[in-house]
């Protein structure tokens, strides 16, 4: 029986998406029940915002950055390595994840045609820019390994702080959480490009208003 490569190719993809949500998940899973405060809680927040990642996968545009300003809870929890939103972003990208291997990557009608993308929002990822990114992941690692060098080598610590290995993992680790999110983004943007941009403005704009508020409450 013969089988039509370009089915082939998607079931890779959607392969691909089930490890990484995986992957994404383990360590996500580790964190919130590593939480300090309430991980029962917190694991059970994960579970929740995964889910609903992957139920509705545009939402998360809106709810990370509008979130952004009640997840630090340094103060409180004591952690300085990792905070609230690695466990938010990691509920976020194995959600999403999950989604594209159910559905695919490809899958379903585009409600936006793709030459509608903002350039600004969804750039091409040219040959350039993917060497681009991989030389600079490439350079973020090797500081990452300088950090830890400078600090007399790595030694894995919840509650390490400013001038010890784990401080490195703290400066570094976004990019790499950020890298999560790219294909997400892009899918999201080639599904309907309008509704990301319009999700993503307004999930800042509610950050910013937040922020605001509470700079005021303080004052």
Not at 1 to 12: D, E, G, L
Request: glycine share 10%.
């Amino acid at each position: 029986m013969s089988t039509n490569p370009a089915n082939r190719h998607f079931s890779s993809g959607q392969a691909l998406a089930a490890l990484l949500a995986v992957l994404c998940a383990t360590p996500g899973m580790a964190l919130a029940l590593h939480y300090p405060l309430a991980p029962q809680l917190v694991a059970g927040l994960f579970v929740l915002c995964a889910v609903g990642v992957c139920v509705w996968p545009w939402g998360w545009a809106l709810a990370v950055p509008a979130l952004l300003p009640l997840i630090g809870l340094a103060p409180w929890s004591g952690w300085v390595t990792f905070e609230e939103l690695d466990i938010l972003l990691l509920a976020t990208a194995a959600g999403c994840y999950a989604r594209l291997a159910v559905s695919g990557w490809g899958a379903g009608p585009v409600e936006q045609p793709a030459p509608e993308l903002s350039p600004r929002l969804a750039p091409a990822l040219s040959a350039p820019t993917l060497l681009l990114l991989v030389l600079f992941c490439v350079s973020v690692t090797l500081a990452l390994f300088r950090g830890f060098d400078d600090a007399g080598g790595f030694v894995f610590g919840w509650f390490q702080g400013y001038h010890e290995p784990m401080n490195s993992v703290r400066l570094g680790k976004s990019v790499f959480l950020a890298l999560l999110l790219l294909p997400p983004w892009l899918w999201a943007c080639r599904r309907n490009a309008a509704r990301a941009e319009g999700l993503l403005v307004a999930g800042l704009g509610l950050g910013l208003a937040v922020a605001s508020l509470a700079t005021v409450w303080e004052r």
